[in-house]
């Protein structure tokens, strides 16, 4: 009963988003001989977007003394956390939606909300050359280039609060990003013979940056020490890519392949910290910006397979499985120093892998699922101490159907019966930010095909 409402909040989110696009693709046949066919195809794409976001948060408080007792109900605690924090009382959400009827509310608007709100309208054009070669009956070549160009125009809000937490003023800004680019690329297919195939490739491909990224918006809380920021100087992240793969297909519908990639990227964006003195206050910033560069390889390798050939009743088991290991190397500033650290790529976990065993018989189909995630960089701070991670994390999944008639099917699945937290964490393992459970949950049904 000692505690009283302190307030409540009511949000009104709105997005908008509207895109015209089109495109025009040719092939021409080139001049067939009697070791080689092919085809020449070109072609061009033209898109117009425009994506606009308002956000407006409203704070309500009141000087009517709205108890705790008076509200409760509405919410079992007992499974929260696995168990291993205890939830005290909590306020039913219709009954607190129900208060503002009751007593009288002063309204206050969130204007940090409006660092979120943009406009932006992007145009794009793009024109493809390229060519399928089939020499002989076991060689094939793609050769192609491609141009991108894009255009985006920004309209953001630089907001500010001073040093009591007092709003100060909000300013529209704008702001604009032009980029163009060229990527070339040249894919063969080797086939060795009826069952197995390498395919090796040189290409160059681009990632643009998110929409809010480029927004020149800028939050100052000068209470904090905080400044969030956009960069719209921000530049498309590229990549150089060869690929290598070799395959094998089995009898039994099945397949084994192994392959080997490297990436060189230049460019590439990330959310970065860094320290930066405003009228002689020092500010923690948070910005996304361009590193270096960086440059990853790795393997990739699957398998599946049926194995029809074993006595019964096993001959109903299948397996599928594959494995994909990464090392990486990025260039990133370090904070404020002028200096350079070099780290992991962020965002790109070392080891995932799915592996699945599965059954089929007499009209049932059910499979076992594992799939695992390594713990990858999420955010780059301003020093190893405050870099943020996300924890490994490995699901276990299960499905099954059952055909009853030629028309019936019952099924069901059941998703992440492990329970795997999701975790972030700064720097080490024992300073967790966050810590999620989301339990298990499944689907079940009977399905008709007609």
Same mark, same amino acid.
């Given at each position: #009963?000692?505690?009283?409402?302190?307030?409540? *909040?009511?949000?009104?989110?709105?997005?908008?988003?509207?895109?015209?696009?089109?495109?025009?693709?040719?092939?021409?046949?080139?001049?067939?001989?009697?070791?080689?066919?092919?085809?020449?195809?070109?072609?061009?794409? @033209?898109?117009?977007?425009?994506?606009?976001?308002?956000?407006?948060?409203?704070?309500?408080?009141?000087? #009517?003394?709205?108890?705790?007792?008076?509200?409760?109900?509405?919410?079992?605690?007992?499974?929260? @956390?696995?168990?291993?924090?205890?939830?005290?009382?909590?306020?039913?959400?219709?009954?607190?939606?129900?208060?503002?009827?009751?007593?009288?509310?002063?309204?206050?608007?969130?204007?940090?909300?409006?660092?979120?709100?943009?406009?932006?309208?992007?145009?794009?054009?793009?024109? %493809?050359?390229?060519?399928? $070669? %089939?020499?002989?009956?076991?060689?094939?070549? @793609?050769?192609?280039?491609?141009?991108?160009?894009?255009?985006?125009?920004?309209?953001?809000?630089?907001?500010?609060?001073?040093?009591?937490? =007092?709003?100060?003023?909000?300013?529209?800004?704008?702001?604009?990003?032009?980029?163009?680019?060229?990527?070339?690329?040249?894919?063969?297919?080797?086939?060795?013979?009826?069952?197995?195939?390498?395919?090796?490739?040189?290409?160059? *491909? $681009?990632?643009?940056?998110?929409?809010?990224?480029?927004?020149?918006?800028?939050?100052? &809380?000068?209470?904090?020490?905080?400044? =969030?920021?956009?960069?719209?100087?921000?530049?498309?992240?590229?990549?150089?890519?060869?690929?290598?793969? #070799?395959?094998?297909?089995?009898?039994?519908?099945?397949?084994?392949?192994?392959?080997?990639?490297?990436?060189?990227?230049?460019?590439?964006?990330?959310?970065?910290?860094?320290?930066?003195?405003?009228?002689?206050? $020092?500010?923690?910033?948070?910005?996304?910006?361009?590193?270096?560069?960086? *440059?990853?390889?790795?393997?990739?390798?699957?398998?599946?397979?049926?194995?029809?050939? +074993?006595?019964?009743?096993?001959?109903?088991?299948?397996?599928?499985?594959?494995?994909?290991?990464?090392?990486?190397?990025?260039?990133?500033?370090?904070?404020?120093?002028?200096?350079?650290?070099?780290?992991? +790529?962020?965002?790109?976990?070392?080891?995932?892998?799915?592996?699945?065993?599965?059954?089929?018989?007499?009209?049932?189909?059910?499979?076992?699922?594992?799939?695992?995630?390594?713990?990858? +960089?999420?955010?780059?701070?301003?020093?190893?101490?405050?870099?943020?991670?996300?924890?490994?994390?490995?699901?276990?999944?299960?499905?099954?159907?059952?055909?009853?008639?030629?028309?019936?099917?019952? %099924?069901?699945? &059941?998703?992440? $019966?492990?329970?795997?937290?999701?975790?972030?964490?700064?720097?080490?393992?024992?300073?967790?930010?966050?810590?999620?459970?989301? *339990?298990?949950?499944?689907?079940?049904?009977?399905?008709?095909?007609?």
């Amino acid at each position: #009963a000692a505690y009283v409402l302190d307030g409540q *909040s009511l949000e009104s989110n709105f997005t908008s988003d509207r895109e015209v696009t089109g495109s025009v693709d040719l092939a021409i046949p080139l001049p067939t001989q009697p070791e080689f066919a092919g085809l020449l195809k070109f072609g061009g794409k @033209f898109r117009s977007k425009t994506k606009f976001r308002n956000n407006e948060v409203f704070g309500l408080e009141t000087d #009517a003394e709205i108890s705790l007792p008076s509200v409760v109900g509405g919410f079992d605690p007992k499974e929260f @956390f696995e168990g291993r924090y205890v939830v005290g009382p909590f306020p039913d959400p219709a009954v607190a939606r129900g208060l503002r009827s009751r007593s009288a509310f002063e309204v206050e608007q969130d204007l940090e909300e409006d660092a979120a709100d943009f406009k932006a309208d992007e145009t794009l054009g793009a024109g %493809y050359v390229m060519a399928e $070669l %089939y020499v002989g009956p076991r060689v094939a070549v @793609f050769p192609g280039l491609r141009y991108e160009h894009t255009s985006v125009d920004y309209t953001g809000n630089v907001v500010r609060f001073d040093a009591d937490g =007092q709003f100060v003023g909000i300013d529209g800004i704008t702001g604009a990003n032009d980029f163009g680019q060229v990527l070339p690329s040249l894919v063969a297919r080797l086939k060795i013979d009826e069952a197995t195939n390498v395919r090796a490739g040189i290409t160059r *491909s $681009l990632a643009r940056p998110n929409y809010y990224d480029l927004v020149p918006y800028e939050l100052v &809380l000068e209470e904090d020490g905080e400044i =969030q920021r956009g960069n719209p100087d921000l530049d498309a992240t590229t990549s150089t890519n060869f690929d290598v793969l #070799a395959e094998r297909y089995f009898s039994t519908v099945g397949v084994v392949s192994g392959g080997f990639f490297y990436k060189r990227l230049d460019d590439f964006i990330f959310p970065f910290q860094l320290a930066e003195t405003r009228d002689g206050e $020092l500010f923690r910033v948070t910005q996304p910006r361009n590193g270096d560069d960086a *440059s990853l390889w790795g393997v990739e390798l699957a398998f599946q397979n049926r194995f029809a050939w +074993l006595p019964a009743p096993f001959d109903g088991l299948g397996v599928y499985a594959n494995y994909t290991y990464v090392d990486s190397t990025a260039r990133v500033p370090a904070g404020d120093i002028g200096t350079v650290r070099e780290l992991r +790529l962020p965002g790109q976990a070392k080891h995932t892998g799915n592996a699945s065993v599965s059954y089929e018989k007499h009209g049932f189909s059910g499979a076992v699922s594992w799939h695992y995630q390594g713990r990858y +960089l999420e955010e780059v701070g301003v020093d190893a101490t405050t870099d943020l991670f996300f924890d490994d994390r490995l699901q276990l999944d299960v499905a099954a159907s059952q055909r009853v008639t030629k028309n019936v099917r019952i %099924y069901v699945e &059941l998703v992440n $019966l492990t329970n795997d937290p999701f975790r972030r964490y700064q720097s080490v393992i024992a300073r967790p930010l966050q810590e999620e459970y989301y *339990s298990w949950w499944g689907t079940f049904g009977i399905k008709l095909d007609f």
